[in-house]
T-cell receptor, first 111, second 112 residues
């Protein structure tokens, strides 16, 4: 069974204070690791897909990295508008199309 | 349409009532998923369609839950005889050949 564990559960940072969110996973045959952002009352918003260990992707102040056991979402010089819950999900081997999500990290950026 | 549309946005049901939740996926998206998200938790998989075929329903919690997508476009998730533990946000997602999933804003179901 695929499993995803995210840490920390919650993180409070001052504006401009860089940090990283962790996503540890176990999956049989990783097809993709996904990062989503979720604002209160809204559905998850797609950020990145990573497919293989060593891969990195960047978007504005966010950078996602992937190893064989975990992924990190690095946030550089965050702004208050980066406050949200960040969800990590994995998709396993072909024939199993569902995404398995972690419980998320609730990020708060204090002005 | 531009995004995945779900209706209603909010639904309050009395325990024992039947409810139907609608999902309009992005036009042309082949795959459609339903997820259940409890407060403070990540989304949990319920069921998956490819066109009109329901290929995986392993996440449906009981036989009170039923989903359909008869013409390969709009999908309906039906919950019969609702119970308090069914209270959650129900999310729909669609994608083109299982890449780049786009989620709707969800339906918040409260069973009283």
């Amino acid at each position: 069974e695929d499993q995803v564990t995210q840490s920390p559960e919650a993180l409070r940072l001052q504006e401009g204070e860089s940090s990283s969110l962790n996503c540890s996973y176990t999956v049989s045959g990783l097809r993709g690791l996904f990062w989503y952002r979720q604002d209160p009352g809204k559905g998850p918003e797609f950020l990145f897909t990573l497919y293989s260990a060593g891969e990195e992707k960047e978007k504005e102040r966010l950078k996602a990295t992937l190893t064989k056991k975990e992924s990190f979402l690095h946030i550089t010089a965050p702004k208050p508008e980066d406050s949200a819950t960040y969800l990590c999900a994995v998709q396993g081997s072909f024939g199993n199309e569902k995404l398995t999500f972690g419980t998320g990290t609730r990020l708060t950026i204090i002005p | 349409g531009a995004g995945v549309s779900q209706s209603p946005r909010y639904k309050v049901a009395k325990r024992g009532q039947d409810v139907a939740l609608r999902c309009d996926p992005i036009s042309g998206h082949v795959s459609l998923f339903w997820y259940q998200q409890a407060l403070g938790q990540g989304p949990e998989f319920l069921t998956y369609f490819q066109n009109e075929a329901q290929l995986d329903k392993s996440g449906l919690p009981s036989d009170r839950f039923f989903a359909e997508r008869p013409e390969g476009s709009v999908s309906t998730l039906k919950i019969q005889r609702t119970q308090q533990e069914d209270s959650a946000v129900y999310l729909c997602a669609s994608s083109w050949i299982n890449y780049g999933y786009t989620f709707g804003s969800g339906t918040r179901l409260t069973v009283v």
